[in-house]
């Protein structure tokens, strides 16, 4: 039986931060945009749970910040890291220059619930929840669609541009072969739950001893954690045994107590692959990969869900009126590479050199003790609000564009008259000034 064919205008493959995000702006300029879930909900635990500044900026410019602050969240004002027994502070939000100076602590399901609900207010927006892409439709050279499954069915989704938005294991930059360079990262996350108490260490996101760390992410009454762990150890973890894990996990942050019990086995753990990698060309006729189908970020400062929506906002920006006229340019698309590169390049050689020194945990067994080096630039004025600046707004943060049509200057005659006589006044007075000083001089 032949394939079901619908047709829009943007079909956006995959329901994430970036997905979402340039649904709800394309929608909100009156283009024709699909969203392409695979899952039939958002409720699944994420990497990413913090929403920056510069995010909440962006949400401010469309209108919708005191709605969302009214999602239950926790604020960071400030993060630190406790090395042994001696805790810093690291990046300080308290200055940035944006309206909510902190970091909004929230699960991504309810953000992308939070978007969902508000896109769906536009007749252009559809969300197709449990619709899975499985490859590209092509013709002539130039993508055309997205051939979809849904129940069992298929589907062709029929665009003229597909933008890849579904993540580090894409079918979009696999069908598309787009060449991808990788970054060695040598660490890996063991990703679980633990309860968490009111008197627990607050905005303390690290704990680093005994050769490993742990981030620790506040989600109200429990929290989401995350075990840091040399790359391609975790079988020789799980050769030891929970208990073994439970004590390392007890020594690294002795406060959580009799808590590590509430590990009982290990489908209560996920191992989270840590990647840092970036397209070298994130587009071809017809397609655009941005988020992480174009650069995968590491958890390293929560930065990547941040990113993600500054890609969707640059990419609403620079393709709105392409769409609106119906063809999107291979030139318009680079241009959207052009711009966020950039910044992409610069968080991924931070994050690289963040694990190269992360990496030397690993070689202390024995209880850490903080090198004079951190203690002295720690103490440097204004590195913690620099630091806060880094994470929070980060290189090149993106502003909702509004793209009204081009208007023409129109003039009468007589105002086309006046504006002439009154430029060659200026002219005239200008030249007659200069004349009368250098005579004067002379």
């Given at each position: 039986m032949a394939a079901e064919i619908q047709e829009t205008t943007c079909c956006v493959v995959g329901g994430g931060p970036a997905g979402m995000m340039l649904g709800y702006l394309l929608a909100r300029r009156g283009i024709e945009v699909m969203v392409l879930e695979k899952h039939q909900d958002f409720f699944r635990d994420f990497r990413g749970d913090t929403v920056h500044p510069s995010t909440m900026e962006v949400l401010k410019e469309l209108g919708l910040l005191e709605e969302f602050l009214r999602?239950?969240?926790?604020?960071?004002?400030?993060?630190?890291?406790?090395?042994?027994?001696?805790?810093?502070?690291?990046?300080?939000?308290?200055?940035?220059?944006?309206?909510?100076?902190?970091?909004?602590?929230?699960?991504?399901?309810?953000?992308?619930?939070?978007?969902?609900?508000?896109?769906?207010?536009?007749?252009?927006?559809?969300?197709?929840?449990?619709?899975?892409?499985?490859?590209?439709?092509?013709?002539?050279?130039?993508?055309?669609?997205?051939?979809?499954?849904?129940?069992?069915?298929?589907?062709?989704?029929?665009?003229?541009?597909?933008?890849?938005?579904?993540?580090?294991?894409?079918?979009?930059?696999?069908?598309?072969?787009?060449?991808?360079?990788?970054?060695?990262?040598?660490?890996?996350?063991?990703?679980?739950?633990?309860?968490?108490?009111?008197?627990?260490?607050?905005?303390?996101?690290?704990?680093?001893n005994y050769g490993k760390a742990l981030i620790l992410i506040d989600r109200s009454d429990y929290f989401q954690a995350g075990l840091i762990i040399k790359k391609g150890t975790w079988d020789e973890v799980k050769a030891r045994g929970l208990d073994a894990l439970r004590g390392d996990i007890g020594k690294i942050a002795p406060f959580l107590g009799e808590r590590v019990s509430e590990l009982r086995d290990w489908e209560q753990i996920k191992v989270l692959t840590v990647q840092i990698n970036r397209l070298r060309r994130w587009h071809r006729p017809g397609l655009l990969c941005i988020g992480d189908a174009a650069h995968a970020m590491s958890p390293a400062g929560g930065v990547g869900i941040n990113l993600a929506i500054q890609d969707a906002v640059a990419t609403a920006n620079?393709?709105?009126?392409?769409?609106?006229?119906?063809?999107?340019?291979?030139?318009?698309?680079?241009?959207?590479?052009?711009?966020?590169?950039?910044?992409?390049?610069?968080?991924?050689?931070?994050?690289?050199?963040?694990?190269?020194?992360?990496?030397?945990?690993?070689?202390?067994?024995?209880?850490?003790?903080?090198?004079?080096?951190?203690?002295?630039?720690?103490?440097?004025?204004?590195?913690?609000?620099?630091?806060?600046?880094?994470?929070?707004?980060?290189?090149?943060?993106?502003?909702?564009?509004?793209?009204?049509?081009?208007?023409?200057?129109?003039?009468?005659?007589?105002?086309?008259?006046?504006?002439?006589?009154?430029?060659?006044?200026?002219?005239?007075?200008?030249?007659?000034?200069?004349?009368?000083?250098?005579?004067?001089?002379?």
């Open positions: 999602l239950p969240h926790q604020k960071v004002t400030s993060a630190g890291v406790v090395l042994g027994d001696t805790p810093f502070e690291v990046a300080d939000f308290r200055h940035v220059p944006a309206t909510c100076r902190f970091v909004a602590l929230m699960p991504q399901w309810d953000f992308l619930n939070f978007l969902a609900d508000h896109a769906k207010r536009f007749a252009s927006f559809r969300l197709l929840m449990g619709h899975e892409a499985t490859w590209l439709v092509s013709d002539g050279g130039r993508i055309r669609g997205v051939s979809v499954q849904r129940d069992g069915q298929d589907v062709q989704i029929r665009a003229k541009l597909v933008v890849g938005c579904d993540g580090r294991h894409c079918v979009t930059r696999n069908a598309a072969d787009l060449e991808l360079i990788e970054s060695g990262v040598p660490i890996d996350v063991l990703w679980f739950r633990i309860s968490r108490k009111p008197d627990d260490p607050a905005n303390v996101l690290g704990n680093v620079l393709l709105t009126r392409h769409l609106l006229a119906g063809h999107v340019p291979d030139e318009a698309l680079a241009a959207v590479q052009r711009r966020r590169e950039f910044p992409t390049r610069v968080t991924q050689t931070i994050q690289s050199g963040a694990h190269r020194a992360l990496a030397r945990v690993f070689e202390n067994p024995g209880p850490i003790r903080p090198p004079w080096q951190m203690k002295a630039v720690t103490r440097i004025p204004g590195i913690h609000r620099a630091l806060g600046y880094a994470v929070g707004i980060g290189a090149r943060p993106e502003h909702v564009r509004e793209q009204p049509p081009p208007r023409k200057l129109k003039l009468s005659p007589l105002a086309a008259a006046a504006y002439f006589g009154i430029g060659v006044t200026a002219a005239a007075v200008s030249c007659g000034w200069s004349w009368w000083m250098r005579r004067k001089a002379a």
